[in-house]
């Protein structure tokens, strides 16, 4: 039996990419201006927002403690791809790939995204997520947290995954 009532008829997040999405729809203006902006300005404000969101989205504290620099990512990324207008950054359906053929994303940048690893990698994400973000539209955020990973088995499935939706795309759109 649950000891607070408020939470006892609430269903447990979906899995924390959706959940982390959903948390942008109720954040203020200001907290998503945030994580949009935390790689800019680097401030402990922006990265109290992160561990507020990955919090509320009921990411447990110990992977948010020993997966830190890629959730925060996967926090500013979410807000990006929210933008000013509060939408939901995830979903599961809609690869990244094609997403990245429907924004007019290089074949060239998707190859020099393909390839990167360690800091490069985050750059090369960061780039592919403002042009994301412009097209207005979710994408499956666990493909982008795997790519960030350190399982290297996890990143190519997610890196093939990638290519294959866009290579995917383009030969629909041909």
Known sequence: M???PATANMAPPDD??????????GMSSG???????????KSPAA???AIK????AEVPQSRIKDDWTRLRLIGHFAGLLSGTAALYAHDERRGVGAALFEASFSEKRLLRLLASRGEALGDQLAL???????????????DIYHLLGGDPVKSDAARLRMARHYYAAQAKSN
Not at 53 to 56: D, F, S
Not at 128 to 142: C, H, K, Y
């Open 2 to 4: 649950a000891s607070n």
């Open 16 to 25: 924390w990419m959706t959940s982390i999405s959903r948390q942008m729809k």
């Open 31 to 41: 907290d998503r201006a945030a994580l949009r902006r935390m790689e800019l300005t």
């Open 47 to 49: 990265d109290a927002v």
């Open 53 to 56: 969101t990955l919090l509320r």
């Open 128 to 142: 592919a997520v403002r042009i994301l973000s412009r097209e207005r539209q979710p994408v499956n955020l666990w």
